[in-house]
């Protein structure tokens, strides 16, 4: 959540584009998914085919409740990876999923507030 000490560490992995607007987001959120797994009834774990689609699906639910309840989420994929991973402490049995499963969450701002060299369709914050 902006204004918690945490927020400037996972601000750092953005891309500065993405940075200079998502600084003014009410939260940065990485998903993350268990790459293995140890399925009821068994004791060894096992590679999850699904964990990407399940966080792809998580990401999409997330989004539509905050539109439902008049909040934006806006994913990106403009992050370093490996950065996220070292300063999030992210175990090795996760993954960062990094095509759009890294968002900015906050309410719809004003065009003034958005940078100018963002193109219409990637002022996320701004009323359109």
Request: proline share 6%; glycine share 6%; hydrophobic share 40%.
């Amino acid at each position: 959540m902006r204004g918690q000490s945490e927020f400037e560490a996972f601000l750092s992995p953005l891309v500065e584009f993405n940075q200079g607007w998502a600084r003014h987001a009410a939260a940065l959120i990485y998903l993350l998914s268990r790459k293995n797994f140890i399925p009821p009834s068994k004791t060894e774990s096992q590679f999850s085919r699904t964990h990407s689609f399940d966080c792809g699906a998580a990401w999409a639910n997330f989004a539509n409740q905050a539109t439902a309840v008049g909040w934006t989420a806006h994913g990106m994929s403009g992050f370093e990876l490996e950065k996220a991973r070292t300063v999030l402490s992210v175990p090795e049995d996760f993954t960062v999923n990094y095509r759009d499963r890294h968002w900015a969450q906050g309410r719809r701002r004003t065009p003034a507030g958005c940078p100018a060299a963002a193109p219409k369709a990637e002022r996320p914050f701004a009323n359109r």
